[in-house]
C-alpha cells in the first residue's frame, strides 16, 4: 500500500503552487466565445441576421382600423401579450419549451406581431414563423395549450369574443409554419 502511494506521488507531476495575486482566467477567452452584444436598455440579446419584412408576420392584418381598440389599444396588447408569455413560462405543459427563450425580445416581437395583424399600426420586426419555430419540435397539443393561454389572456383583458376570434382566426393559418411533430 505505501509502495503505491509512494508510486502514485512520484508518477503525478506536482501541482502549480495557486498564485493569489494572479489575474483571474478569462474562460470565454480561452475557450474563443465570442462576447453577446446585449442591449444595455432592454438586454435584449442578439440573434442571427435575417430579413426584416411585415410578411414575418404570417399573415395580412385585418381591414379594420377600430378592431384594435377591442382590446385596449396598444396598451391592452402590450398587457395581453405579457400576459400571454408569463403564463406560458410557467405552464406546467409548454413551460420547459421557453427555457432558453429570450424573454425580452419574445415580448417585444410577439406585441409587434398583434399589434401588426390587428392594424394598430405596428411593424413587425421578427423572424418568420417557420424558421423561429423549426427546431422547436412543437406538437398540436402545445399549440392548443398556447391558443387557450392566449385565450384566457384576453379574457383578462375584457375583449369581446368576436375580437378575440377575429385575432385567433390570424393564428390559425401558422400553424403548419409552427408544429413540425
Ligand atoms: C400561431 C402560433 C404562434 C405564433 C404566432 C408565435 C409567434 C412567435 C414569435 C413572434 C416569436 C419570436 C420571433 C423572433 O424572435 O423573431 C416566437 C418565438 C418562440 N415561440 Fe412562438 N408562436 C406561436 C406558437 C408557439 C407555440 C405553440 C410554442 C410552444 C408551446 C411557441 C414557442 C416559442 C418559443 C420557445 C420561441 C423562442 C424561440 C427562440 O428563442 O429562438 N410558439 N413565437
Keep these: 500500500m505505501l509502495t503505491l ?12 503552487p495557486i498564485d493569489p495575486a494572479a489575474p483571474p482566467i478569462d474562460w470565454d477567452a480561452e475557450f474563443g466565445v465570442a462576447p453577446v452584444a ?8 442578439p440573434v442571427n441576421a435575417y430579413v426584416v419584412d411585415n ?33 406560458a413560462e410557467t405552464d406546467p405543459r409548454i413551460g420547459p419549451i421557453f427555457a432558453a427563450t429570450d424573454n425580452v425580445r419574445l415580448r ?24 423561429t419555430h423549426k427546431d422547436l419540435g412543437l406538437q398540436v397539443e402545445d399549440l392548443n395549450v398556447l391558443v387557450s393561454l392566449l385565450q384566457d389572456a384576453m379574457q383578462a383583458e375584457d375583449v369581446p369574443f368576436g375580437a378575440q376570434n377575429r385575432l385567433l382566426a390570424k393564428l390559425v393559418g401558422m400553424k403548419h409554419d409552427v408544429v413540425t411533430r
Excluded: K, W
Excluded at 6 to 15: H, I, T, V
Excluded at 38 to 45: A, K, L, M, N, S
Design 5 to 16: 502511494a509512494l508510486l502514485l506521488q512520484l508518477a503525478s507531476p506536482a501541482a502549480p
Design 38 to 45: 446585449v442591449d444595455p436598455d432592454t438586454g435584449e440579446r
Design 55 to 87: 410578411a414575418n408576420a404570417g399573415a395580412r392584418p385585418v381591414r379594420s382600423p377600430s378592431l384594435a381598440a377591442e382590446f385596449g389599444g396598444r396598451a391592452g396588447l402590450h398587457r395581453i401579450v405579457d400576459r400571454l408569455v408569463a403564463s
Design 108 to 131: 417585444r416581437t410577439l406585441f409587434e406581431q398583434v399589434c401588426y395583424l390587428l392594424a394598430a399600426g405596428c411593424d413587425y420586426t421578427g423572424r418568420d414563423m417557420a424558421a
